[in-house]
């Protein structure tokens, strides 16, 4: 983003990107859109919850411990819903009862 034309967002939805993304490429989005933040912010994020030996994802399974490890140093992260997800990706998930979609809200520390 250039600063010089765009203001930092204020605001963030994230209804998908994050459990989109393979282990692997998570830091570099999150350092990435911790980037295109202003100081005072708010963000939404809507994650799946499940266990991934019954699913591999996409969508992947992130948890409150790894949303803590990729966002808890700037941010505090409050879980705001956590339903069981009506629509299982597939029969083992289904039968297991196990897949939960979270909501969190996160801002800044400061």
Known sequence: MNRDV???????WDRGSLVALPKDLRIRYVE????LL???FKYLMDT??????????PPH????EEIQKLYGERCTI???????????????LQE???????????????
Do not use: A, I, T, W
Request: glycine share 6%; charged share 30%.
């Open 61 to 64: 399974s992130v948890r409150m």
């Open 32 to 35: 990435h859109m911790l980037g």
């Open 78 to 92: 409050d879980l705001v819903e956590s339903k069981m997800h009506n629509r299982p990706f597939n029969k083992k």
């Open 96 to 110: 297991s009862n196990s897949l939960f979609n979270k909501l969190y809200f996160l801002k800044n520390k400061n």
């Open 38 to 40: 202003g100081e005072k």
């Open 48 to 57: 799946y919850d499940y266990d991934q030996n019954l699913y591999p994802g």
């Open 6 to 12: 765009e203001k930092p967002f204020g605001y963030v």
